[in-house]
């Protein structure tokens, strides 16, 4: 991948210099959804997929970007300075935002970069292809810059470039699971506090297969900011009656109790998704610390239950691919993965059967949707690096 990367910017930008390569993952996220702007905890994951960059510094201020997956965009150039968010400059606007979100907490940019990426994590798949190449873009800053900052910092600035450059309220997963992975760990992180474990994840006898529907959405879809605004308004009904900061601080009792005073039935629906699927996410990894993969299986398929019926973001497709899976034999637990509406579904399946569940899932995907869904075996990889 080094080699092909450096070979593109030697042809791009000519070569000679001192150019660097470096490396961003991707996330999968176990269980945990739709709960990291609810003050709730998630589960997710880094992938060994990812987002690649080879970079030079300019000195002529310009920023020079190039990828190697829209190629037919060619060369998109900014000025380090007055950055905007611009229709024409397409992928180019999540590097842009993330320069433009350290500008914004004081982080002074003196010179410009070329810059080549290569992703390999299928766009728009919910894998997090915008977060890995957020956080990759501001780890080539700190790095080139020695701008000193932690890397939960960076995933903060990842995520408020998304938030105000490019306009998702999106939460802290994504950018806190590609900044912080660690290989064959997943992250236990309470969104409440940024506080955060790391948990083995050591399947001997199973592997994590994602299943992408491949049917398209971005975050910019706006069922996610409405989502959002669903549960702030289900949360403000709830304080006329308890007191509590998030819905991720309720217990289901407590919700139970208490729902009544939020005055519409679909608001209901979407605050007991959020209340009730950060309690599984506790008792998810309470089972997995316990060896307890059956358990923690059985809390995948509710979760994706609980996202179909009451939070109301899987669709035909996700719901095809999770309950084909449940079928299957050997399959320890299935859901959809990130923000749904299309995306990407992950699968606990036992060795011996993956064979089978991709054939089988892939059949029956393609003869009730029209189209194929791409399965992928995956490993849990680092946070970003330089190669
Ligand atoms: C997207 C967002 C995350 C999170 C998930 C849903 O991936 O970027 O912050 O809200 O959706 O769990």
Redesign the pocket.
């Known amino acids: 991948m080094k080699e092909q990367l450096l070979q593109k910017f030697n042809e791009i930008f000519g070569a000679g210099g001192d150019i660097r390569v470096y490396f961003a993952p991707g996330r999968v996220?176990l269980i945990?959804?739709?709960?990291?702007?609810n003050g709730g905890h998630?589960f997710p994951c880094a992938l060994t997929i990812g987002t690649y960059a080879a970079v030079r510094k300019n000195t002529d201020k310009t920023l020079r970007f190039y990828s190697m997956n829209f190629e037919h965009l060619g060369v998109i150039t900014s000025f380090v300075e007055g950055l905007t968010k611009k229709k024409e400059d397409d992928w180019a606007n999540y590097p842009k935002g993330v320069i433009w979100a350290l500008q914004q907490k004081g982080y002074i940019i003196e010179q410009g970069m070329d810059v080549v990426y290569f992703g390999n994590i299928p766009n728009a798949s919910?894998l997090?292809s915008s977060?890995s190449l957020e956080v990759l873009t501001g780890y080539i800053l700190k790095e080139l810059f020695h701008f000193e900052l932690y890397m939960i910092e960076l995933a903060l600035i990842s995520q408020y470039a998304?938030n105000k450059f490019i306009g998702?309220n999106?939460?802290?997963?994504?950018q806190f699971a590609v900044a912080m992975g660690k290989k064959d760990h997943a992250i236990f992180l309470d969104t409440s506090n940024l506080a955060c474990e790391y948990a083995p994840i050591k399947l001997d006898n199973a592997k994590i297969i994602i299943a992408c529907s491949n049917k398209k959405r971005g975050?910019g879809d706006s069922r996610?900011n409405e989502r959002r605004s669903e549960c702030e308004e289900a949360l403000k009904e709830l304080q006329t009656v308890i007191a509590v900061k998030a819905l991720g601080d309720l217990s289901e009792e407590e919700f139970e109790a208490h729902k009544s005073a939020i005055g519409d039935p679909v608001r209901i629906k979407r605050a007991k998704h959020a209340v009730y699927e950060n309690r599984r996410t506790i008792q998810a990894v309470k089972a997995l610390k316990a060896g307890n993969i059956a358990e923690f299986g059985q809390l995948m398929n509710a979760s994706h239950i609980s996202l179909r019926d009451d939070y109301e973001v899987t669709g035909i497709e996700l719901d095809t691919l999770a309950e084909t899976a449940w079928q299957q034999k050997g399959v320890m637990g299935s859901r959809m993965t990130?923000?749904?509406f299309g995306g990407c579904t992950v699968s606990i399946v036992e060795n011996e059967y993956t064979r089978e569940f991709i054939k089988a899932v892939g059949k029956t995907y393609e003869e009730k949707i029209g189209y194929k869904a791409d399965f992928y075996v995956v490993d849990i990889g680092n946070g970003p690096g330089r190669l």
């Not at 945990?32 to 702007?37: I, L, M, V």
Request: charged content about 15%.
């Open positions: 996220n945990g959804e739709h709960t990291d702007y998630v919910g997090s977060a998304e998702v999106c939460g802290i997963m994504d975050l996610y990130g923000a749904g």
